[in-house]
């Protein structure tokens, strides 16, 4: 079966980077469209970047030009590179993947980003 295994969250001070990785077993990344999700406590889950399998990008409005969604198609790795890193972007992480479905239907187990002030 599909499984999504992250890895890279962790503790970062404003200003700071942090990039996560997300490795797949089960499914090809190359020939499905990736996303990567987070939620803050109390907070709605945000849809926060988009690597389709067309190769184009798509990201949150809160996160254009700070973030960057990358796929390494022989590793089957998607990653998430995150650069100027505010407060409000405290969360946990979540990759998920869009397997024959319309709908993000897989997902990863979540890492925890921490960015203080």
């Known amino acids: 079966q599909v499984q999504l295994v992250e890895s890279g969250g962790g503790l970062a001070q404003a200003g700071g980077s942090l990039r996560l990785s997300c490795a797949a077993s089960?499914?090809?990344?190359?020939?499905?469209?990736m996303g990567w999700y987070r939620q803050a406590p109390e907070k709605q889950r945000e849809l926060v970047a988009v690597?389709?399998?067309?190769?184009?990008?798509n990201y949150a409005d809160s996160v254009k030009g700070r973030f960057t969604i990358s796929r390494d198609n022989a590793n089957n790795t998607v990653y998430l590179q995150m650069n100027s890193l505010k407060p409000e972007d405290t969360a946990v992480y979540y990759c998920?993947?869009?397997?024959?479905?319309?709908?993000?239907?897989?997902w990863g187990q979540g890492t925890q980003v921490t960015v203080s002030s």
């Open positions: 089960g499914i090809i990344f190359s020939i499905n469209t």
């Open positions: 998920a993947v869009r397997w024959r479905s319309a709908v993000f239907n897989s």
């Open positions: 690597f389709t399998k067309g190769g184009s990008t």
